[in-house]
């Protein structure tokens, strides 16, 4: 199975753009369907954006259409985040998470493989 890291998480102001990454271990990355999610206090895990095995098939929620950015590279099997123009909202935990079904998800629990998570906090 697949182990995951995130980092690249961290305090940053309105506006400004962080990236994430999610170093896998174990088997190929190129075998898993890849999604990003997050956590804020006090609510509950929601989707941010996913993507297929070898790059196809993005998704993305509503409010960071536009200012994030999924990607992966399967060689160096690592999935990114690219987040720009970041809000106060966006401040949460963000996980990611890896699963070997076909097509990616928009729901947490149709992914086996998780992170411990990375905080980001965008101050106002």
């Known amino acids: 199975q697949v182990q995951l890291v995130e980092s690249g998480g961290g305090l940053v102001q309105a506006g400004g753009s962080l990236r994430l990454s999610c170093a896998a271990s174990?088997?190929?990355?190129?075998?898993?369907?890849m999604g990003w999610f997050r956590q804020a206090p006090g609510k509950e895990r929601e989707f941010v954006s996913a993507?297929?095995?070898?790059?196809?098939?993005?998704y993305y929620t509503d409010s960071v259409k536009g200012r994030f950015t999924i990607s992966r590279d399967n060689a160096k099997r690592t999935l990114y985040l690219q987040m720009n123009s970041l809000k106060p909202e966006d401040t949460a935990v963000y996980y990611c998470?890896?699963?070997?079904?076909?097509?990616?998800?928009?729901?947490?629990?149709?992914?086996?493989?998780w992170g411990q998570g990375t905080q980001v906090t965008v101050s106002s």
């Open positions: 174990g088997y190929s990355l190129s075998s898993y369907v």
């Open positions: 993507m297929g095995r070898i790059g196809g098939y993005t």
């Open positions: 998470a890896a699963d070997y079904r076909a097509t990616p998800s928009r729901r947490d629990d149709e992914y086996d493989f």
